[in-house]
């Protein structure tokens, strides 16, 4: 879409929706936002205890009478909340709010009908299948498909992160790219603010992976990278985090006497930014699904901003971002080429800090919530402005 700014003019969001408040994707959208002048009127109710609640639910849960009374709860308390909130431009459903946009372009009508807009981030039918919920409930995943189907088409406007992304959903359900503005997942600058002080012991090598423990992070291949260099001295897997897989990996990496490998368990954020000021990298998803292939994860985002060193495994989306421009090193998601380049990481030392270097001033260019928040009010404005014809085109784009 073509945009233009109006930065004169005020504009205010209703944020709207049980999506995760505590989730890096929130923070960057409100924070890119905020940034640029923009008002965030919060109108959210907790709906999810956890990634494991959501699976269950998922996965036949739903069928449970107690879900449907903490659904209930959770949407009369939006109700309440959202006719306490006063007037706004724009309303943004949060993600996950593939089952929230029903209830708000409900609730939107006795507002005048204003731009709706969901924040997609990720497919949920796709995170069911990737995670084997089909298996338990087939039944439950295909009325996911159909709910994401639908709910996909309810919004003016769709945001996502990757255009690899985009085109698995038009191929998926048919939406035109038309529909979307790309958003990346960036970092929350709350937090990963500057370059981290970084205190490298010479003699020793480490190396950082944190995120969940989930199949399309690709913990199976990092542990077998280590074992390819378990007889390597004084080097080291620091492995920072929580999830499903977790107690296979641990058992992995127990059953093979791997000496190199240490896992911290879960950390929060600033513990984290202590622990990578004793890394010399860190690394990224290296699973071969097709969202971990298709998505720029925030971790990569929040390495750049703090000048941490990135390892990252090859995708369409991962070479389109970094493979041309040296912020980055990239390699083939097995185990032995892994290996391979961390070798050579060792090898060139100084070569991976300058382009960790170069990295943080792409991240500040590029992906920093000021310039995000830039284009996506002008976005948002243009949205406001054209809201007749938009929808007059959406009806005949798809």
């Given amino acids: 879409m073509t945009s233009f700014a109006q930065p004169n003019k005020e504009l205010t969001i209703c944020y709207f929706g049980t999506y995760r408040n505590q989730y890096a994707r929130y923070k960057v959208l409100k924070g890119a936002l905020e940034s640029n002048g923009v008002t965030i009127k919060e109108c959210h109710a907790k709906l999810w205890h956890s990634i494991e609640d959501r699976e269950k639910v998922a996965g036949g849960g739903w069928a449970n009478p107690v879900f449907w009374f903490r659904l209930l709860v959770a949407y009369l308390r939006l109700i309440i909340k959202f006719i306490q909130i006063g007037n706004y431009d724009i ?158 990996a641990e058992a992995f990496a127990k059953g093979n006497k791997l000496k190199n490998v240490h896992f911290l368990g879960w950390k929060n954020q600033h513990e984290l930014i202590e622990i990578m ?37 090859e995708s369409p989306a991962t070479l389109r971002q970094f493979g041309y421009n040296q912020v980055a090193i990239l390699t083939k998601r097995d185990p032995v080429f892994m290996a391979e380049a961390i070798e050579r990481m060792i090898q060139n030392p100084v070569a991976i800090e300058n382009m960790a270097i170069k990295a943080r001033q792409e991240y500040l260019e590029k992906y920093a919530l000021n310039v995000l928040g830039k284009g996506l009010r002008e976005e948002l404005e243009w949205l406001r402005s054209n809201i007749t014809e938009i929808r007059k085109r959406n009806k005949t784009i798809d």
């Avoid at 298996?135 to 945001?159: G, Q, T």
């Avoid at 990092?222 to 920072?240: E, G, P, R, S, W």
């Avoid at 990298?281 to 990135?310: H, R, W």
Wanted: aromatic fraction near 10%.
């Fill in 277 to 313: 000021e004793s890394m010399n990298i860190a690394l990224g998803p290296f699973g071969d699904t097709p969202q971990s292939k298709m998505t720029v994860q925030n971790k990569l985002y929040e390495c750049m901003a703090m000048g941490l060193p990135l390892l990252i495994g």
């Fill in 91 to 248: 309303m943004l459903v949060g993600y996950p709010g593939q089952l929230d946009v029903f209830l708000a372009r409900f609730l939107n009508r006795f507002r005048g009908n204003k731009p709706l807009v969901l924040d997609v981030l990720m497919s949920l039918y796709l995170v069911a299948l990737e995670r084997d919920i089909d298996k338990r409930s087939a039944f439950s995943v295909k009325l996911l498909n159909i709910l994401e189907n639908c709910s996909l088409r309810v919004p003016d406007l769709l945001i996502h992160d990757t255009p690899e992304y985009v085109e698995w959903l038009q191929n998926q359900y048919g939406l035109s790219p038309e529909r979307y503005y790309l958003v990346p997942l960036s970092a929350d600058q709350s937090v990963f603010t500057k370059p981290i002080n970084r205190k490298l012991d010479s003699n020793t090598f480490n190396i950082l992976y944190y995120g969940t423990f989930i199949q399309n992070h690709g913990i199976d291949k990092i542990l077998k990278t280590a074992q390819t260099l378990n007889k390597q001295d004084n080097l080291h897997f620091y492995m920072v985090g929580d999830g499903p897989e977790r107690e296979k």
